[in-house]
């Protein structure tokens, strides 16, 4: 079982995972994953892209087929990519129904998982200390902060600890990112470099 700090930074780190990459983009590779799991879903999915392919296709013979010259084989070809477009509209709304409640599935679970996680904790843990703080190291007013709103004197609660995980996170991922962003630019800056150097040898 993990410790009550490990499980609080965890969750602070999941939520703001979810807020970089984006809910929606999170949303839309789930889907595409759960289309390659073999389900009713993936199968009308696959279908109707083959609807899709197959209207397209008989468009385009329609198109290089004469509606004057050859109107037997035109009208045919009209009748066929007709019936593909209403087999096509007739499975995307099937499709878009079932995303649909899949994205509040998703939603649903990403929220409890993080941010319902975090309340529950906080509300559920509230008078728990999450670690107690050496005996005399800090005046009564720090304790005091530090164990607000309902932790016990002298100890660390749970809101606070909330509160410093978020932070850290925030300013630690901040730092990475800006020592990734100069990281790159120093190897696209070095590169032309040693080109030039080659050319003056």
């Known amino acids: 079982m993990l410790s009550l700090i490990l499980t609080v930074l965890f969750v602070h780190i999941a939520i703001y995972l979810v807020n970089t ?3 929606t983009t999170i949303d839309a590779l789930l889907w595409h994953l759960y289309l390659k799991i073999p389900t009713s879903t993936s199968r009308n999915a ?4 083959k ?4 209207a397209t296709l008989l468009k385009r013979e329609m198109n290089n087929t004469s509606s004057q010259d050859e109107f037997a084989k035109w009208a045919k070809l009209r009748r066929r990519h007709d019936k593909a477009m209403e087999e096509y509209e007739s499975m995307n709304k099937m499709i878009s ?3 649909t409640s899949f994205d509040w599935s998703v939603k649903t679970a990403r929220w409890l998982s993080t941010n319902g996680l975090k309340i529950f904790l906080q509300f559920w843990y509230s008078k728990t200390p999450v670690f107690a703080l050496p005996a005399g190291w800090f005046p009564y007013y720090v304790e005091w902060i530090l164990s607000f709103p309902r932790a016990p004197l002298g100890s660390v609660s749970i809101q606070v600890w909330s509160n410093v995980c978020a932070t850290t996170i925030g300013v630690v ?5 800006a020592m990734l962003v100069q990281a790159i630019g120093q190897k696209k800056n070095a590169v032309p470099a040693n080109g030039d150097s080659k050319k003056t040898q």
Request: charged share 35%; aromatic share 0%; glycine share 10%.
């Open 173 to 177: 991922a901040e730092i990475l990112g």
């Open 46 to 49: 696959r279908e109707q892209q």
């Open 51 to 54: 609807k899709k392919s197959e």
């Open 97 to 99: 129904a079932q995303k």
């Open 21 to 23: 990459i984006g809910a």
